[in-house]
Nanobody, 113 residues
Framework: QVQLVESGGGLVQPGGSLSLSCAAS????????MRWYRQAPGKEREFISH???????NYADSVKGRFTISRDNSKRTVYLQMRSLQPEDTAVYYC???????WGQGTQVTVSS
């Protein structure tokens, strides 16, 4: 079955960096567009970034220039590198395959001093 497993979340100080991973299984990863979303407490889930099967990327304005999405088809993994993190980046971060419509379970990122 389709599985998306995020990892790499944690506590980081403002201005710090963190790298998230999402390991995929149960589908043809190389043929799937992938996205990252996040959901802060009391807020709706919001789009963060997208990467197509050909590597084309786009980002929400709130993270543009700070976050980088990438993928390694040989490892069936999509990554999200985050830098210059701020308290407003605190959220649960989710991996999503837009081609199939499946979500991962999420990983918590907390930015706090």
């Amino acid at each position: 079955q389709v599985q998306l497993v995020e990892s790499g979340g944690g506590l980081v100080q403002p201005g710090g960096s963190l790298s998230l991973s999402c390991a995929a299984s149960g589908f043809i990863f190389s043929s799937s567009n992938m996205r990252w979303y996040r959901q802060a407490p009391g807020k709706e889930r919001e789009f963060i970034s997208h990467i197509s099967t050909t590597g084309t990327t786009n980002y929400a304005d709130s993270v543009k220039g700070r976050f980088t999405i990438s993928r390694d088809n040989s490892k069936r993994t999509v990554y999200l590198q985050m830098r210059s993190l701020q308290p407003e980046d605190t959220a649960v971060y989710y991996c999503y395959t837009s081609t199939l419509g499946y979500w991962g379970q999420g990983t918590q990122v907390t930015v706090s001093s």
